[in-house]
């Protein structure tokens, strides 16, 4: 086990084992190699990497490093800029869990579950990669191929995400058995960024991949009052918003829920967090009523 | 200190805690020795099939590996059928180590031992197994469908158990039946420390066993028997045990394995589990499927109850009849029910045996009256309070014989039902649901209740009581308290009946070298039997104390009081007193007593549980609100202690109401071996407990004590369970067998709806 100290020795010792796997948190990794699914012959740690620690704003972006932890997305001020990325950080694993697992090991496992890729999708956040060579960068939903999937090359390591930082309204709902330490059995992230004046929806747990639900986002867009800053929808519409989320979801049968479900609790969750969106002001406050 | 008057009924601190809190507390696995050797079991993957061979040469000459054993190279006997005594059917047995044949998911079937425990888990991963596959049976009806794969051919039926209670017409003469078919669900006990043993050869070759375990002395009766050794041979030790709620009160294979490598091996060996492996190994709870007609007259009044009860053992008749049996003697529960019709039948299944789990029969039978009351109220336009008030047993009818044969001891259960409501403030709830149900609103309010009574306390347990000329008063129980507070509650007893100070003494339990006899903690016993085993204990000691007095104070022993102090003096001359340590040391030894309390037909806590719950009908998700626990355990010592009890139990019965169940794939994989998978609650789930007590003392025991391990788990489930089809009601849904998950209520919804409209249809 290699625990690179720097950025450029971690892209060389990458370089030099390309088949070696990387450790952030070790929380997925852990779990592959304690079932005896992943027996590495070698593992190279980006936990202590300074460069790949902690975010900062660039712009109007934030710059979210690979080894930020659940825990750090919790607190303000990220919390406060990136509200939902914080809601779905609150429900993952338990405190042990949030202090360890990283936004780079959620993106890199590509689990259909991840709770960070509904956000992320939701954001429309772009993945940097790096490697010894150079960097390159990927929209999220070009990153994450499939289930467990991604197109991170040999010798790559994830470096960072970027997402906006635009004034927006931002929510985040789970479905799962439980209230801590719980799978999604789905979630939506939803984004009403400002600026653009458009609704983006980010469904989890419903797909092979982190889903967005186009023609649902399309009515979201055109209900949302821009200037108040709160959704404005009759009983009709937002049932017709959540059946335009279900349609976009691609559920499968599991042992924690059925497709069935899944479609309609996602048009619920959609629907719920498009009435309970709130744009904040220019200070920052969220408007109570609608 | 407190003084005697005030120190029964107090709520002392507990001793046990200070070394849990602060982690000095040793577990089995905390246990080390030069030369520890680490024993891993190789698994079966396969839930039934026909061992064709065992390949362990590749495994045994891995490094750090000091040997590979197999059922043919360690035979020990089969493990002892349940319940003892009737007549043991050979062909039944279970084997430790799986022979020709195995049936479910993680039985073992072969054994590593290496010097580390890594070697040993590595080897364990090269030995082969080769299985030809049986079809699997895993549905305890489907088990006794005809031609349905059997588990045991020379048996010539997965039927293993059966047993009728009364006469059938059990329904004749009702105006009105009403009818259920309930499941039950299979859980798992998931205590925070897994099955754990540790054995090494000691002094004068005698064994040392050490056990995750609640029955000491049963274990060395097992060890002894499997290996062949006379009694005293073998020492068992329960060290720290973290929770064992009834699993932990059996002998496992892997327990008599360790004790039997140890032996052969002559060297120390230990065996813990992991969590997986306790999900598979360790005994599953519950498992009943009920097809129950509840009949009565239109005012309500019970005729009669016909029920079978179809009671899952797993892959072994081992256990799994402690369940069978406690839910038929709870029966009728704690209702005038005149005529019992009750089939009782034990089916084997390709999955992980069952057994005892904290209540093990008593919640299963509460979840079927209490879910069929609800159904005869629905049915008779009555509120169901209304219906449980008419056929309570009163008061007056104590000492009652139930038709399943149990003869209840005492109860007020009215009394237990009037707090239960009053607490809630039953009025009031439902008034909120009234309104609930006028608005639009998408979550609807549930109230469950559960009134019932369960039975504790039956055999016997030891106690002695040894006060030292030094001042120090040593209890000895019989019993294995392994967290419930036993130890502080017999202090209390002893203490306070001696009138000395509770830092004078100290409880020595869990060690058969220290302890001449005992039992073991389950069945909501030790509080009740070592406590009366004690106090007897004590009375003799004092008795003893006061014809020492009586000699040194040169008077008659009747006119030798015990003062307020603790001390012996002549009636009326209180100024020349001698203390209890003084008369000890006069009398140049120890003043002790010894007593084996029994109880033969138990003791029957009661009480009602009412639940309050909410229910998203959009997502199915229920929300706990509010949970009301009236519980009525006779006399209380330590009301902390009960509350304690009352806490972990109704904590487990909600689990079992909303969130647990074990689940098999269709050719018997398990799927909910981790605690992701398995939908174990956290503090997160539940609100905070609203508990409060009747007291009403039982007569069969000098103290007037019953049992308060189970009855949360007992009331809890069926109270939620209740709730949630109570919150659903308007939706037509009449029952929902637990647990009350997101997708099965919301499907409940779903489909109940009048209307009958798919709302999604247009996407599914
Ligand atoms: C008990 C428990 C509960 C959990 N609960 C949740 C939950 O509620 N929601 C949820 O979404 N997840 C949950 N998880 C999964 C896990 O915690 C998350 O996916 C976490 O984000 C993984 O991050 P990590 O840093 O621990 O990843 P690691 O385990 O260290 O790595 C995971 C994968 O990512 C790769 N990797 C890590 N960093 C990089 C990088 N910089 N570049 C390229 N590849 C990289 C590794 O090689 C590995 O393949 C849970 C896990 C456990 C054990």
């Known amino acids: 086990m290699l625990v690179p100290a720097s950025l450029d020795e971690l892209l060389a010792s990458v370089a030099a084992d390309t088949r070696a796997d990387l450790i952030a948190g070790g929380t997925d990794l852990m779990v592959e190699v304690n079932f005896g699914r992943r027996s590495p012959e070698s593992v190279i740690s980006v936990a202590l990497v300074p460069e790949l620690k902690s975010w900062y704003r660039s712009g109007d972006e934030v710059i979210l490093n690979a080894a930020l932890t659940y825990s750090e997305m919790m607190r303000p001020p990220l919390c406060e800029l990136l509200p939902a990325l914080a809601q779905a950080a609150r429900t993952v694993g338990s405190p042990q869990i949030r202090n ?13 579950a991840g709770d960070t890729l509904p956000v992320l999708a939701a954001l429309e956040a772009t993945v940097v990669l790096e490697s010894a060579e150079g960097g390159r960068a990927v929209p999220v939903g070009e990153f994450i191929v499939s289930v467990k999937r991604t197109s991170l090359a040999p010798g ?25 330490m719980v799978i999604a059995v789905c979630s939506v992230a939803l984004v009403a960024d400002a600026e653009r004046r458009e609704v983006h929806l980010g469904l989890g747990s419903v797909g092979p991949v982190p889903l967005r639900a186009p023609r649902a986002e399309e009515l979201a867009t055109s209900l949302f009052d821009w200037d108040e800053g709160v959704p404005r929808a009759s009983e009709k519409e937002l049932a017709r918003l959540a059946e335009l989320a279900s349609e976009a979801a691609r559920p499968i049968d599991d042992h924690r829920s059925t497709a069935r479900y899944r479609r309609h609790a996602v048009g619920v969750c959609a629907r719920r967090a498009f009435e309970r969106a709130r744009l904040p002001d220019a200070t920052g406050r969220r408007s109570v009523t609608p | 200190m407190a003084s005697s008057v005030t120190l029964l009924g107090h709520a002392v601190e507990r001793s046990e805690d200070p070394p849990l809190l602060t982690g000095s507390a040793r577990f089995v696995a905390d246990l080390d020795r030069p030369g520890m050797l680490h024993a891993v079991f190789v698994r079966s993957q396969v839930a039934h099939g026909l061992l064709r061979s065992v390949e362990v040469a590749e495994a045994a000459a891995m490094p750090g590996v000091v040997a590979v054993f197999t059922a043919s190279d360690l035979p020990l006997a089969d493990l002892p059928e349940w319940p003892r005594g009737e007549p043991p059917r ?9 022979r020709e044949r195995v049936r479910f998911v993680g039985e073992a079937v072969a054994v590593v031992v290496g010097s580390t425990l890594s070697a040993a888990v590595d080897a364990a991963e090269a030995v082969t197994v080769d299985i030809e596959p049986l079809p699997t049976v895993l549905d305890p009806l489907d088990a006794l469908a005809e031609r349905a794969p059997l588990l045991f051919p020379e048996h010539g039926s997965n039927e293993v158990l059966r047993q009728l209670t009364g006469a059938a017409g059990a329904l004749d003469g009702s105006e009105v039946v009403v009818r259920g078919h309930f499941y039950n669900q299979r859980v798992a006990p998931c205590p ?110 019970i005729v009669g109850l016909e029920a079978t009860m179809v009671t899952e053992m797993g892959a072994y008749c081992w256990r799994g009849p402690v369940p069978f049996s406690t839910s038929r003697i709870m029966a009728t529960g ?27 029969g008593r919640p299963e039978a509460t979840a079927m009256l209490e879910r069929m009351i609800e159904l005869l109220a629905a049915e008779l336009d009555l509120d169901s309070v209304e219906v449980r008030r008419r056929n309570l047993l009163a008061p007056s009818e104590f000492p009652y014989a139930a038709p399943s044969g149990a003869s209840y001891d005492s109860g007020d259960y009215s009394a237990a039902l009037a707090k239960a409501l009053a607490l809630l403030g039953y009025e009031q709830v439902r008034a909120e649901q009234a309104d609930r149900r006028q608005s639009s609103c998408a979550t609807e309010l549930g109230v ?24 120090s008063v040593v209890v000895l129980t019989g019993s294995s308290p392994h967290g419930q507070g036993l130890a502080t509650t017999l202090t209390q007893i002893a203490a306070g009946m001696l009138k000395v100070p509770i830092s004078t003494v100290s409880v020595v339990h869990s060690d058969t070298a220290l302890v001449p006899r005992g039992v073991g903690t389950f069945g909501s016993r030790s509080g009740q039997l070592a406590g009366n085993a004690v106090a007897h204990a004590v009375e003799e000691v004092l008795e003893k104390a006061r014809e020492l007095a009586a ?154 004590m019953k049992g308060i391990g189970e009855s949360g788990a007992v009331g809890a489930a069926a109270a939620v369970q209740n709730a949630v089809v109570d919150a659903l009601s308007p939706y037509g849904v009449l029952h929902l067998d637990m647990p009350a998950d997101p997708e099965r209520v919301w499907r409940a919804v779903h489909e109940g709806r009048r209307d009958g409209q798919d709302p999604f249809s247009s996407s599914s």
């Open chain 2, 448 to 471: 469950g209740i559960a009134t019932f009574v369960e039975i504790s306390g039956s055999g016997s347990e030891y106690g002695a009581v040894r006060v030292e000329p030094g001042g």
């Open chain 2, 334 to 360: 704690p209702y005038r029910i005149p005529k019992l019709s009750l089939t009782s039948i034990g089916a084997v299944t390709n999955t992980t045996p069952i057994g005892p789990y904290r209540g093990a």
């Open chain 2, 90 to 98: 050979a062909e039944l047995g279970r084997p430790c180590l799986a």
């Open chain 1, 156 to 180: 790559e390591i994830i470096r960072s995400v970027r997402v906006p930082a635009r004034r927006a309204a931002q929510e985040f709902l789970k479905v799962g058995t439980r209230n801590a």
């Open chain 2, 551 to 704: 000699v040194e104070l040169e008077a008659d022993p009747d006119d030798v009081v015990q003062l307020e102090d603790g001390s012996f003096a002549v009636a009326g001359v209180p100024s020349i007193s001698l203390g209890l340590a003084e008369l000890a040391r006069r009398a140049g030894g120890p003043i002790g007593a010894e007593w084996d309390f029994a109880q033969e037909s138990g003791t029957y806590p009661f009480g009602t549980h009412i639940a309050v719950v909410e229910v998203d009908t959009e997502t199915g998700k229920v929300e706990l609100r509010r949970l009301v626990a009236v519980d009525d355990c006779g006399r209380v010592v330590n009301p902390k202690i009960v509350a304690g009890q009352v806490h972990g139990g109704v904590a487990q019965g909600i689990a079992q109401a909303l969130f647990e169940a074990v689940r098999y794939d269709e050719s018997g994989n398990p799927l909910t071996t981790n605690l992701a998978d398995y939908a174990f609650p956290s503090a997160a789930e539940m609100p905070a407990f609203e508990l409060g007590e009747t007291e009403t003392p039982s007569p069969r025991n000098p103290l007037g």
């Open chain 2, 192 to 301: 925070l420390e897994p099955n754990g043993a540790a054995a090494w050869p000691a002094a004068g070759g005698r064994l040392d066993c050490f056990a995750s375990t609640q029955a000491p002395f049963r274990l060395r009766a097992a060890i002894a028997l499997a290996l062949g050794r006379p009694e005293e041979t073998v020492r068992v030790v329960a060290p720290a045990v973290g929770g064992g709620f009834g699993a932990k009160g059996g002998v496992y294979p892997e327990q008599l394995v360790t004790a039997a490598l140890a032996e052969r091996l002559g060297q120390p060996v230990r065996f813990v589990e992991t969590r997986s492996e306790n999900m598979l190994a360790m005994c599953h709870g519950r498992g009943q499927v009920q097809e129950v007609a509840l009949g009565a007259r239109r005012d309500g009044t």
């Open chain 1, 100 to 112: 360890a697992g990283t936004i780079g090991g959620n993106l890199a496992t590509a689990s259909p």
